[in-house]
């Protein structure tokens, strides 16, 4: 079981602004952010709630992947967040990349964190972030996605891994390309 210790929670807490710099500067700037999620997650659901809650709803990921993802870009947000399976991912992430988007972080929770070399420069603490919340990483990626310059998070001492979805469940970011 990992848990959270305060140092953790502390990072995380700190480094949100640093995340939040480029995507709160574009969204102070008129731009807006694109919440996904697969409806058929706990996870993905639960973030769903939570943007919801903050006044931004996430579109469920049906039909055609790659026609979603077209429809999702035809606004050009600054980000797209989202929670889904891997394959969902894929398939929407190579849309974006078409569109001029980058993958700016993948967190997976089977590791609890972005594993490799899959949170680019200046997103690790993304990463830290989700991390320090524990059980609640999807509300945690859903408050970001609405309002980077506002994230609070709160230390959560559970595992990052609730159990509640089988498989591969990412939480990501994908990012317009300056």
Excluded: Q
């Amino acid at each position: 079981m990992i848990t959270a210790t305060r140092r953790a929670a502390l990072l995380g807490a700190l480094s949100v602004p640093t995340v939040a710099g480029f995507a709160a500067w574009r969204m102070r700037h008129g731009e807006v952010s694109r919440l996904v999620h697969d409806p058929a997650l706990a996870a993905g659901r639960r973030f769903a709630a939570a943007a919801k809650a903050g006044g931004a709803p996430s579109r469920a990921v049906e039909g055609d992947r790659i026609r979603f993802a077209r429809e999702v870009l035809e606004a050009r947000p600054s980000l797209i967040a989202g929670v889904t399976r891997h394959a969902d991912f894929l398939l929407i992430a190579d849309a974006a990349r078409e569109a001029g988007y980058a993958e700016a972080a993948v967190l997976d929770t089977r590791a609890g964190r972005c594993a490799g070399a899959e949170c680019r420069p200046g997103w690790t603490a993304l990463g830290r972030m989700s991390r320090a919340a524990g059980t609640e990483w999807p509300e945690a990626l859903a408050n970001y996605a609405i309002d980077p310059s506002r994230v609070t998070v709160r230390a959560s001492t559970g595992s990052w891994f609730d159990g509640k979805d089988s498989g591969l469940v990412l939480g990501w970011v994908l990012a317009r390309r300056a």
